[in-house]
């Protein structure tokens, strides 16, 4: 179960690994954004340092409007287990986010009260 931690605005951030074609782990933290249902979309500038190879281009609904996006194989650490997936990579991304798929394998616990994060 990976812990995480809320932003000054309620925004939900978790750390996770990014891992280059040499096998090499970056952490990185993440923004969990729900509207987002692939399962990570990183800026175009920073999948120069991962070697990830290119599948396809795909044009998706972002807030906006319609975005072409290039989609990369991609691999990643999140909660001690590594995943192979593809990742959306764009040039109007500020953050990394950690898309909706992500909660259809792992259960989220949001309690912003008790100050409560976990995924997984």
Same mark, same amino acid.
């Given at each position: &179960? &990976?812990?995480?931690?809320?932003?000054?605005?309620?925004? =939900?951030?978790?750390? $996770? +690994?990014l891992i280059t074609a %040499?096998?090499?782990?970056?952490?990185?933290?993440?923004?969990? %954004? #729900?509207?987002? #249902?692939?399962? $990570?979309?990183?800026?175009?500038? %920073? !999948?120069?340092?991962? *070697?990830? *190879?290119?599948?396809?281009? +795909?044009?998706?609904? #972002?807030? @906006?409007?319609? #975005? =072409?996006?290039? $989609?990369?194989?991609g691999k990643v650490l =999140? %909660?001690?287990? +590594?995943?192979?997936?593809? /990742?959306? /990579?764009?040039? /109007?991304?500020?953050? /990394?986010? =950690?898309?909706? +798929?992500?909660?259809? $394998?792992?259960?989220?616990?949001?309690?912003? @009260?008790? *100050?409560?994060?976990? !995924?997984?």
């Amino acid at each position: &179960m &990976m812990q995480g931690k809320f932003g000054d605005k309620g925004e =939900l951030f978790f750390e $996770i +690994e990014l891992i280059t074609a %040499d096998g090499l782990n970056l952490p990185v933290d993440v923004m969990l %954004d #729900t509207g987002f #249902t692939g399962f $990570i979309a990183i800026n175009k500038q %920073d !999948l120069d340092a991962l *070697g990830w *190879g290119f599948i396809r281009e +795909e044009e998706m609904r #972002t807030a @906006q409007g319609e #975005t =072409l996006f290039d $989609i990369y194989y991609g691999k990643v650490l =999140l %909660d001690e287990q +590594e995943y192979e997936i593809p /990742v959306f /990579v764009g040039e /109007v991304l500020t953050e /990394v986010l =950690l898309g909706s +798929e992500w909660l259809k $394998i792992l259960p989220l616990t949001a309690n912003y @009260q008790a *100050g409560i994060l976990t !995924l997984g």
